[in-house]
């Protein structure tokens, strides 16, 4: 059996769970927390008469500042409110064409009295002219109900097929492979038949999916690989910088394009013994070399601190970046340095570019990763440096969490197999009913 089929197997289960209530099983939704509900002061319609409603959408390939000036009498300083009060609480990167935004004026259309930005059918941010003159924020949620999926299947071509056959968008499928690419070297490891699991939390509205979702674990069992698991912790405070996902340990994962310290992999020289190209001599080479152009970027391959930029005549110009575990992370031979000793730098920032300076025969990057107890690390088999990791407080929340995702994927599991026992006893007296007209002698 492929991937494939699998896959539609089980979100055809999928489909069916929904409809076992015809079937006499216990309805159990699986729905569970509800947000906060204030309902009255949405209720545009029923505002006072002195308010004249401006409603837009995000236009494509404009920010809010733009789509807003587009709406009939709303001028840059209005604009200019509305965008201040509104930054603290939106990230205004996410925006996307067609989201709706409303703005109410007075009569003159003189002054915002309240505006709403409406991502999706359940979520608006409002600000509202309080009694002191100033837009007060505040996050309107209606309750969704949250469903979850199981996508189990063997690697048999890619993975991102069989993501996109179970209808998984983009940024979803990303991330999911982003998790397992940090968790599996699939260029070494991956083998025909191992299997992959994705946990995923959808919200629906009315019956409706909203778009995205939550994945809650990705897991990966391989021949080479054995048991891989990455679980995401979700952090009481919503904005928190530690909502990721993480090994069972609590190491953090960080993103698959964001490990390569260079935008082309074109490896000349891997880590290990080798005759050293300029002293001809049998070394070990405790690093990885990039061939690269002069002046092609650099970038960091996880968050960090500059420890040392400077130059000297054997390693050329040098950069050195120590991460949160203390795994340090080493860029040679470079052509510029763009940053400074104690800079704190982000992951795929880009930091130098590359060079042919100090002992060095032609331009390349010579990358090398020191672990965290000082020793030298193969770069090819270091899947991810933990950007963060979760300690005391945070660990314990995150055992708890772990062990819920593991409850509610066992209940999925339960009620998949007695839909499954359920469908074949039907599909089996079918068989039989028509085995008995077929057997029928004549
Ligand atoms: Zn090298």
């Known amino acids: 059996m492929t991937a494939g089929t699998i896959l539609i197997v089980f979100s055809l289960f999928f489909v069916y ?4 209530y015809d079937f006499g099983f216990t309805p159990d939704p699986m729905s569970d927390e509800v947000e906060v509900v204030i309902s009255d002061s949405l209720d545009i319609a029923a505002a006072s008469d002195s308010s004249v409603f401006v409603n837009g959408t995000i236009l494509p390939n404009e920010g809010i500042s733009n789509s807003l000036l587009a709406l009939d009498g709303i001028k840059m300083d209005h604009v200019l409110e509305i965008t201040t009060s509104l930054k603290p609480y939106v990230d205004f990167r996410f925006l996307a064409a067609g989201e709706e935004i409303t703005v109410e004026m007075d009569q003159n259309k003189e002054l915002v009295k309240s505006f709403c930005y409406k991502p999706n059918p359940v979520i608006t941010h409002k600000l509202t002219r309080n009694i002191d003159g100033a837009l007060e924020y505040e996050l309107v949620s209606l309750p969704t ?15 991102n097929q069989a993501l996109f056959d179970n209808h998984i968008e983009p940024s979803v499928a990303a991330e999911i492979n982003g998790m397992l690419e940090c968790i599996v070297n699939f260029r070494s490891d991956a083998r025909k038949g191992d299997r992959y699991s994705v946990f995923l939390e959808e919200s629906y509205f009315e019956g409706k999916k ?11 069992e391989g021949k080479r690989t054995g048991y891989k698991v990455a679980y995401l912790y979700t952090d009481p405070e919503r904005n928190s910088a530690f909502n990721a996902h993480y090994t069972k340990k609590g190491e953090a994962l960080i993103n698959a394009g964001l490990r390569l310290p260079v935008d082309r992999v074109h490896v000349t020289s891997p880590y290990g013994y080798r005759i050293h190209p300029v002293t001809r001599s049998r070394t070990f080479h405790y690093g990885v070399d990039y061939r690269g152009r002069i002046g092609e970027p650099v ?6 601190t500059v420890i040392y930029s400077g130059y000297d005549g054997l390693n050329g110009n040098k950069v050195v970046i120590k991460h949160k575990d203390k795994t340090q992370t080493f860029y040679l031979h470079l052509n510029k340095r763009l940053v400074k000793n104690g800079q704190k730098v982000k992951a795929r920032q880009r930091i130098a570019t590359i060079g042919n300076t100090g002992r060095s025969t032609g331009p390349h990057l010579h990358f090398s990763i020191r672990d965290p107890k000082g020793k030298w690390a193969n770069p090819m088999n270091k899947r991810m440096i933990a950007t963060q990791k979760l300690e005391g407080e945070r660990y314990a929340r995150f055992i708890n969490q772990m062990d819920e995702i593991d409850d509610m994927i066992r209940e999925y599991i339960a009620k998949e197999r007695k839909l499954t026992e359920y469908t074949l006893f039907h599909l089996g007296s079918d068989k039989f009913n028509t085995r008995e007209i077929e057997i029928r002698p004549n």
């Open 210 to 220: 909203l778009k995205g979702g939550k994945v809650l674990l990705a897991s990966f």
């Open 299 to 304: 970038y960091t391959v996880a968050d960090g």
């Open 145 to 159: 109900e949250k469903r979850q999926r199981l996508l189990r299947g063997q690697i048999s071509t890619t993975l």
């Open 17 to 20: 769970a929904y409809d076992i």
